[in-house]
Structures are given as C-alpha cells and as structure tokens.
C-alpha cells in the first residue's frame, strides 16, 4: 500500500493544507526525501525529473523545521529564475496556509531592489532568491544569513554556471554546520562538480524515477520538413490544437521573436518571452498564458523555467536542443500532475540521426508524427488568410469615393460569388508565387 503524507512526518498544519490541495498519495522522491529533510542529520541530493514535486519535497519540511518564535532567516532557497522562485513563493504561501507565524520573502532579481529591502526590515524566515540578487543584498548589507540553517539549490543542474561564480560569496555568509539541499532534475557532469565541492562528504544522494528520465505520461514524437515548409507544418498543427495551451520552444531570443510575429501575423493566440523583455512584460504575458488569455507561449529554455502551468497539452521543440537535459525540461512543462501530453520535435533531415541518440540517453522512445499533406498545408493557410481578413480592422481613411467605386465593382455579386472569387484568387496567387509588394512581405516572413 502506498504511503500517505501523514505516514512521513508531516505536521497537522501542512496536512491540512496539503489535503485541501488534494494531495495524498506522495510522489516517489517526496517519499524519499521529507523523511530525511524533516531528520535534519545531513546533506541531501535529489534527483528527479521535471514535473515530479520536487517543490514540496523540500519545501514542506523546511516550513516544518522553522523555528517561529526565532525573528531570522533560518532557510534560502535559491533559484535559476524569477519565475520559477515566484512559483516556489507561492506554492509554499499555500503550503503555509495554517503557519501564519512562518514568514516567507522572495527577492529575485528583473524587479527593483528596494521594496525588498525594505521587506526584509520585517523579520523573515524563508527567503527565495536568484543568486544574484541574494548577494546584492548581501553586499547592501540588507540580509543577515549568520542563522541561516538550511541552503536549498532548486534545479542545480540549470544554476550551474551562476553558482560557480556566486555560491563561494552565499555560503561564507552562513554558518558552518548549515545543511544543503541540492535537487535537480538531470545529473551532468557539473553537478557533480558541484555536490563534491559544497556539499558534505556524507551527503545522502536519493533518486526517484530516474531510469527513464522521461515522464511516463508524454508521447515523444518528431515530424520532419524542410527550411521552406517548416512554419507552415507548425501552424497546421497549432490549427489542429486550436484552443488547447502549449509551449514552442526556440533557441535564440532573435528566433522566438521572428516566430511570435508570423503567428501574430497569422492571427493565432499567441505570446512571447524570453530574457530581454522587461520583467514587466513578461510577467503579463505569462498572466495572458495563466489565465487563458492566450494559448501558445512561444520561448527560450531559460524564460520558460519556473512554469508551472495547468493543462498544458503540448511543446513544441522549433529547435532541436543541443543538450539532453534541456529536452528533459521542455518536455517536462507537459504532462504534469500525472496528466497526459505530447512533445513533438521538429526536424530537418540531417538531423533525424540524432533522435536515437536523444532515446538511448533519455530511456524514451519517439515514435514519427504524421506529416499534414500539402493540400492540407495549403488549406489551412486559406483558413488563416480568410481569418486574417476577417479580423483586420476597416481602414477609416480610405477615401468614401474609392469604397464606393470598389463597391460598384462587387456590386452584382452575392455573397458566395465574392467568397468564390476571392478563394481563387487568394490560391492562384499562392500557386503562381504573384502577390502584390505587401502580401509578398507577408509570404516572405511566413517563412
């Protein structure tokens, strides 16, 4: 029989709240892990994959260990993005429903300095933060760390790279007998780099479901197109997912800006994010995503962790990553909470070699998704013209003379003759390649 949160130690306050969220049956690395967090004997490593509750594995029993009645800080939580500590802050808010004594800040970075400062005038017992940001505050003197107990590295394996330069500073401003909690959801070579230089030779390392890195719940599949056909292949299957949420993943900032205007252009709901954008805009695009507003995010991996999104059904990899790990987070954003997806990877032929390399790495297997025909192709981008034009707005400054000469020309049409002349020569245009200056514009960037 499967254990239950109540089996592993949980406090009644945390219990309540977690039932209220539904959640029973704890998942394979919360079984793991809560125990040994809640012993508070030791480092821990855990290794997860994407989507598993890697969140309340270790943040239950941090809001457990919390000692109320001491005004410090006694845990930070550090964090690749901004997003993903805004989802750590609040998912340990709604944790912490019946623990109004414990005090929780987050103090990212991509969002002005000083109310956090003046946040942390309040005594505070959690703080999530990006590395950066921590030491800036370090360095203004606005946090004291000297009780800090517990240093919780939340997706390690993307923080790497800012921990090498950062981490020394963190952790000379804790005591020596603080307790690290590394989680990550792959195990790269820097990792474990990483767990050998900071964390205790005794550290426990606990792996959950890592035999196949995959979440048992996506279908991997790849469809394969050449350069000139490849936005159209997306936007036939972005039509066959209409009202549906997911993600398109691009490599390069300049990438998802070119793919957000042609989706803009072909009128689909869709967004943009990627690091460049001010945090003020990103944060409204991903309350559009959040509340339904619009349903394709097209990003960039690092913009796109931290989302912890219901129902999304799909990703979509525009670009094949160029490491496994990065596969492994993209399609983790689907099939969570034991939902099912897909993940679809778009390819070009010389590329196709390296799915077998992506299976053996990964323990997952991609099977091919059925290519849309180019009469298929060809209809749907007559479905998005014709919805172009029914959401373009009138032109007001069109002169009342020219409308009515254009009016004399339709005149004698009915409405299905227009619609059949239109058609025909919306498709001879498509065919013969002879749009006008404008539309020729508007083909080139379809591309």
Same mark, same amino acid.
């Given at each position: 029989?499967?254990?239950?949160?109540?089996?592993?130690?949980?406090?009644?306050?945390? /219990?309540?709240?977690?039932?209220? /969220?539904?959640?029973?049956?704890?998942?394979?690395? !919360?079984? @793991?892990?809560?125990?040994?967090?809640?012993?508070?004997?030791?480092?821990?490593?855990?290794?997860? @994959?994407?989507?598993?509750?890697?969140?309340?594995?270790?943040?239950?029993?941090?809001?457990?260990?919390?000692?109320? #009645?001491?005004? *410090?800080? $006694?845990?930070?939580?550090?964090?690749?993005?901004?997003?993903?500590?805004? $989802?750590?802050?609040?998912?340990?808010?709604?944790?912490?429903?019946?623990?109004?004594?414990?005090?929780?800040?987050?103090?990212?970075?991509?969002?002005?300095? +000083?109310?956090?400062?003046?946040?942390?005038?309040?005594?505070?017992?959690?703080?999530?933060?990006?590395?950066?940001?921590?030491?800036?505050?370090?360095?203004?003197?606005?946090?004291?760390?000297?009780?800090?107990? %517990?240093?919780? /590295?939340?997706?390690?394996?993307?923080? *790497?790279?800012?921990?090498? =330069?950062?981490?020394?500073?963190?952790?000379?401003?804790?005591?020596?007998?603080? +307790?690290?909690?590394?989680?990550?959801?792959?195990?790269?070579?820097?990792?474990?780099?990483?767990? $050998? &230089?900071?964390?205790?030779?005794?550290?426990?390392?606990?792996?959950? &479901?890592?035999?196949?890195?995959?979440?048992?719940?996506? =279908?991997?599949? %790849?469809?394969?197109?050449?350069?000139?056909?490849?936005?159209?292949?997306?936007?036939?299957? /972005?039509?066959?997912?209409?009202?549906?949420?997911?993600?398109?993943?691009?490599?390069?900032?300049?990438?998802?800006?070119?793919?957000?205007? &042609?989706?803009?252009?072909?009128?689909?709901?869709?967004?943009?994010?990627?690091?460049?954008?001010? $945090?003020?805009?990103?944060?409204?695009?991903?309350?559009?995503?959040?509340?339904?507003?619009?349903?394709?995010?097209?990003?960039?991996?690092?913009?796109?962790?931290?989302? =912890?999104?219901?129902?999304?059904?799909?990703?979509?990899?525009? #670009?094949?990553?160029?490491?496994?790990?990065?596969?492994?987070?993209?399609?983790?954003?689907?099939?969570?909470?034991?939902?099912?997806?897909?993940?679809?990877?778009?390819?070009?032929?010389?590329? *196709?070699?390296?799915?077998? =390399?992506?299976?053996?790495?990964?323990?997952? &297997?991609?099977?091919?998704?059925?290519?849309?025909?180019?009469?298929?192709?060809?209809?749907?981008?007559?479905?998005?013209?014709?919805? !172009?034009?029914?959401?373009?707005?009138?032109?007001?400054?069109?002169?009342?003379?020219?409308?009515?000469?254009?009016?004399?020309?339709?005149?004698?049409?009915?409405?299905?003759?227009?619609?059949?002349?239109?058609?025909?020569? %919306?498709?001879?245009?498509?065919?013969?390649?002879?749009?006008? +200056?404008?539309?020729?514009?508007?083909?080139?960037?379809?591309?």
């Amino acid at each position: 029989m499967s254990k239950q949160f109540v089996d592993l130690g949980i406090s009644v306050p945390l /219990l309540k709240a977690i039932t209220e /969220l539904k959640f029973v049956i704890p998942t394979e690395i !919360q079984q @793991k892990t809560i125990p040994l967090l809640l012993s508070n004997t030791t480092d821990i490593v855990g290794f997860s @994959k994407t989507g598993t509750g890697k969140t309340a594995a270790f943040g239950l029993p941090i809001l457990q260990l919390i000692n109320t #009645h001491l005004p *410090v800080v $006694q845990a930070v939580i550090l964090v690749p993005t901004r997003e993903l500590g805004h $989802q750590i802050f609040s998912n340990l808010a709604i944790f912490a429903k019946y623990l109004p004594e414990v005090s929780i800040a987050s103090t990212c970075g991509g969002i002005p300095i +000083k109310p956090q400062i003046e946040r942390l005038t309040n005594p505070t017992h959690i703080i999530v933060a990006t590395p950066g940001r921590l030491i800036d505050l370090i360095q203004r003197k606005a946090v004291n760390l000297k009780e800090t107990q %517990y240093l919780v /590295l939340d997706e390690a394996d993307e923080m *790497v790279s800012i921990l090498k =330069d950062s981490l020394d500073e963190i952790i000379a401003e804790l005591p020596k007998n603080h +307790k690290t909690f590394l989680f990550s959801a792959t195990l790269p070579g820097t990792i474990r780099q990483l767990i $050998q &230089n900071y964390l205790s030779k005794n550290a426990v390392q606990v792996s959950a &479901n890592m035999e196949t890195i995959g979440n048992q719940g996506i =279908d991997h599949q %790849y469809i394969v197109v050449s350069p000139i056909e490849k936005l159209d292949v997306l936007m036939h299957f /972005l039509t066959s997912k209409e009202g549906e949420r997911g993600i398109v993943f691009c490599k390069t900032k300049a990438a998802v800006n070119k793919l957000a205007k &042609n989706l803009a252009i072909n009128r689909f709901s869709s967004g943009a994010l990627h690091g460049s954008l001010s $945090q003020g805009i990103r944060d409204r695009i991903m309350e559009q995503f959040r509340e339904g507003n619009i349903n394709i995010l097209i990003a960039t991996d690092l913009a796109a962790r931290g989302i =912890d999104v219901a129902a999304i059904s799909y990703v979509v990899n525009y #670009h094949l990553p160029d490491v496994y790990e990065v596969y492994v987070h993209r399609s983790g954003r689907t099939a969570r909470a034991g939902a099912k997806g897909l993940s679809l990877t778009v390819l070009q032929v010389e590329e *196709v070699a390296e799915i077998a =390399d992506f299976e053996k790495e990964l323990g997952i &297997n991609f099977s091919a998704y059925e290519k849309p025909s180019s009469e298929n192709v060809v209809e749907n981008n007559t479905l998005l013209w014709a919805k !172009q034009i029914f959401k373009t707005k009138p032109n007001h400054n069109v002169s009342a003379d020219l409308k009515e000469k254009i009016k004399t020309v339709f005149h004698h049409l009915t409405k299905d003759e227009l619609i059949d002349k239109l058609l025909a020569n %919306y498709l001879l245009q498509s065919k013969t390649g002879s749009f006008s +200056k404008s539309d020729s514009l508007i083909k080139k960037k379809t591309r």
